[in-house]
């Protein structure tokens, strides 16, 4: 089973190599802003509290992710692997993660990081913006905001990962396939 956890700042561009890597290597996509962002969509209280956070870009509880990555591990069992896109974004939900693959006896395979400068994860962010309707992409405090708390609560993964030899830095400049291509290539190495 291939488990990935495709990492990086916000606008590294893992949702967008995400959907070339479930095609190319069969997996589920398990997008924590997409799901947080269905839950909005239909107005559930799970939606209703976790846009307080989001639209501020600030991250939402653990225990509120935790809860919805558990029930698509239990909705999909019969999955060839899956592809977590934002998630973990804190230690505890490494360590929430671990747990429950462990517990399958399917572990993370590796964490493939995106790595990208600053200036550019802004002005692609801003970009999106444009286009996306995400209200968490519009204003340039709240993306500086987006990077802060990455840099704070969710950097320190790359030791956690790191620290079980499953880290790999992918270069994320450059053209989508060009970035694709090295993704695949270290995923084939695994
Ligand atoms: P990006 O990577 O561009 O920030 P995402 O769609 O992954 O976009 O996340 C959007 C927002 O959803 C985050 O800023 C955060 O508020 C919330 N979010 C997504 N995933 C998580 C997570 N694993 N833990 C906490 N909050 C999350």
Redesign the pocket.
């Known amino acids: 089973m291939l488990n990935l956890v495709l990492f990086g ?4 561009g ?2 967008t190599q995400a959907e070339f890597l479930i095609e190319s290597f069969g997996l589920v996509h398990l ?4 799901l ?2 269905n839950e909005i969509a239909s107005s559930t209280p799970l939606g209703v509290e ?1 846009k307080r ?2 639209d501020n ?6 225990s ?2 935790i809860g919805m990555i558990k029930n698509k591990l239990e909705a999909n069992t019969d999955a060839k692997g899956f592809i977590f ?6 230690v505890a ?1 490494a360590e929430a993660l671990d747990q429950l693959l462990n517990a399958n006896g399917t572990p993370v395979s590796a964490m493939l990081s995106l790595e990208v400068a600053k200036e550019e994860l802004i002005a692609r ?1 801003l970009n999106r913006g444009k286009t996306s309707g995400r209200s ?2 519009q204003d340039e405090s709240i993306i500086e905001n ?1 990077i802060n ?2 840099n704070e609560k969710t950097l320190p993964l790359k030791n956690y990962f790191a620290g079980q030899n499953k880290h790999f830095g992918i270069k994320g400049m450059g053209s989508i396939d060009e970035i694709a291509a090295r993704l695949s290539e270290a995923i084939k190495a695994l």
């Open positions: 700042p916000p606008g590294a893992k949702g997008s924590t802003g997409d947080l962002r976790a956070y989001m870009g600030e991250l939402v509880p653990d509120v992710v896109d934002g998630f973990p974004r804190t939900q962010l968490d992409d987006r708390v990455y």
